[in-house]
């Protein structure tokens, strides 16, 4: 499956962005989805994932409250809503699809990658 990010830019602290993530070669369905991110200097880390077919999410404890997942599966498409944005959170962020249908945190569970998408957040 390819998978494509996009949505990312440039935010004042405390703005909005919404990333999107298509997938396309085969359907996603019985897949979790996810999104890591990953700063300059730093590890990739995990952020949010949604399960097949979206009825359960995992969230990163410095984005709870904060950011939102969610899934079109009818459009294999896979969406991070993130508000009250802040510095901390600049980076690229990236959409993974999960070899199983639960959401995880572990970065072994996910199989295939997207390119990522800037996001930088401005003080």
């Known amino acids: 499956v390819q998978l494509q990010a996009s949505g990312g830019g440039l935010v004042q602290a405390g703005g909005s962005l919404r990333l999107s993530c298509a997938t396309s070669g085969r359907t996603i369905s019985n897949n979790a989805l996810a999104w890591f991110r990953q700063a300059p200097g730093k590890e990739r880390e995990f952020v949010a994932a949604i399960s097949w077919p979206g009825t359960r999410t995992k969230f990163a404890d410095p984005v709870k409250g904060r950011f939102t997942i969610s899934r079109d599966n009818l459009k294999n498409t896979g969406y991070l809503q993130m508000d009250t944005l802040v510095p901390e959170d600049t980076a690229i962020y990236y959409c993974?699809?999960?070899?199983?249908?639960?959401?995880?945190?572990?970065?072994?569970?996910?199989?295939?990658w997207g390119q990522g998408t800037q996001v930088t957040v401005s003080s």
């Open positions: 993974a699809v999960s070899l199983y249908n639960s959401p995880s945190s572990r970065l072994e569970d996910y199989g295939e």
